[in-house]
């Protein structure tokens, strides 16, 4: 589905599975296009956040090759794979901190010392575009909401500019309006930011359908629908 040219991930028969468990990927071979926007479906317990693990190394597929810009992701060191590949999962994580302190910590990181730091001003504005209109810098992280935290960690991730964004049910907290403005942004960032995006929601989405692609990962296979 994509063309050699503007391939960012390959899947070279990949076969994955956990000790004593069912096999999640079979022999799959997938090649996937910078830029452009997957929307990944399967039934429950198929394997899908899995799928978006094993991108960033927090699981290692048992046989075959993974790619990442034409390299494999062992080659790449991991704080350096998961800025350009970020991965937000569906349970954010709370911090003992301010929600700026949250917003900054990335920064702080020997990977990321190349980034500018936001000032109060572009985080603020940031957390705007998220409809945080109510959420300010001083506020504790504890005290927000999944949903608001949901949100922050979103724009925490944005903050460092990833090539490839993967998200994990961004939208299951959050109330039907809240989610539309979150998923506008993240189609805005795919057609306007060539940002490749692969993301598991049971939510229709409504995209360009020359970048929209939906993947359905079913008895070890992920085929295009």
């Known amino acids: 589905m994509s ?3 503007d391939s960012i991930i390959q899947f070279q028969n990949v076969n994955f599975g956990y000790p004593g468990g069912k096999s999640i990927l079979k022999h799959v071979t997938l090649d996937m296009g910078a830029g452009r926007f997957y929307h990944l479906t399967g039934s429950s317990g198929s ?4 799928f978006l693990r094993l991108l960033i190394r927090l699981e ?3 046989t075959g090759r993974i790619c990442f810009k034409s390299k494999l992701l062992s080659e790449y060191e991991p704080p350096q794979l998961r800025r350009a590949i970020l991965y937000l999962p569906q349970t954010p994580v709370a911090t003992d901190s301010f929600v700026k302190d949250f917003l900054l910590q990335p920064f702080a990181f020997k990977a990321n010392q190349d980034l500018s730091v936001p000032d109060d001003l572009e985080l603020q504005n940031r957390l705007m575009e998220v409809q945080l209109t109510d959420t300010n810098l001083s506020d504790h992280v504890q005290t927000l ?11 925490r991730g944005l ?9 994990d049910e961004p939208t299951s907290a959050l109330d039907p309006e809240s989610a539309d403005i979150l998923e506008s942004q993240v189609f805005a960032l795919c057609a306007e930011q060539k940002v490749t995006v692969v993301m598991v929601s049971h939510r229709p989405a409504n995209f360009n359908p020359n970048n929209y692609h939906v993947l359905n990962l079913k008895d070890g296979d992920v085929t295009f629908e």
């Open 3 to 5: 063309n050699p040219t």
């Open 47 to 50: 394997g899908k956040s899995s």
């Open 60 to 62: 290692e597929n048992n």
């Open 145 to 155: 909401s999944v949903g608001e935290l949901q949100r922050v960690c979103f724009v």
């Open 159 to 167: 903050l460092l500019s990833p090539e490839v964004l993967l998200l």
